[in-house]
């Protein structure tokens, strides 16, 4: 049976498309009932779009394929702690469980920076688990910003 370290392998592969095409290096992973129905990384450059984010095209890609806005029962595994905008987004898709590997604590929505899910008043609940595969999300950002900035040094 798969766990949800072998998805979060998954979504890592997809951050490394990210990299690979000079993106911040995220990916995301759609999951039902044990089998992936979607996948993504982030494309904001590539796209010009704030909205890029390897989750928000992950769970397009998944209402597409359910023909539903409402993930009911599905899991997203993603490599870093969604944001405010994609954490928002997971919830009004009403996935059951949110996967993360590292912790982002300049904007992360899940306790990082603060907790969204904390509001009073939410009308959908979801299970939350971070820190899978915590050490290789966290090497693959970091790695990516570290290369930026010493492209950066070397241009100037």
């Given at each position: 049976m798969k766990d949800d370290a072998y998805y979060m392998?998954?979504?890592?592969?997809?951050?490394?498309?990210?990299?690979y095409k000079d993106e911040?290096?995220?990916?995301?992973?759609?999951?039902?009932?044990?089998?992936?129905?979607?996948?993504?990384?982030?494309?904001?450059?590539?796209?010009?779009?704030?909205?890029?984010?390897?989750?928000?095209?992950?769970?397009?890609?998944?209402?597409?394929?359910?023909?539903?806005?409402?993930?009911?029962?599905?899991?997203?595994?993603?490599?870093?702690?969604?944001?405010s905008m994609c954490a928002g987004t997971i919830l009004w898709a009403r996935l059951a469980r949110i996967v993360y590997g590292a912790s982002d604590p300049k904007g992360g929505a899940l306790g990082s920076s603060y907790n969204l899910f904390e509001q009073k008043g939410l009308n959908h609940q979801l299970e939350i688990k971070g820190g899978v595969l915590k050490q290789e999300c966290a090497l693959i950002i970091s790695e990516y910003f570290k290369k930026k900035r010493e492209k950066d040094e070397a241009k100037n």
């Open positions: 392998s998954v979504a890592l592969k997809e951050a490394s498309k990210a990299a911040v290096p995220v990916g995301a992973v759609v999951v039902k009932d044990g089998k992936i129905i979607a996948k993504a990384h982030n494309q904001r450059e590539k796209r010009n779009d704030p909205t890029g984010h390897a989750e928000i095209l992950a769970i397009r890609a998944a209402c597409r394929k359910l023909n539903s806005w409402r993930l009911v029962g599905c899991v997203i595994y993603v490599t870093i702690e969604p944001c």
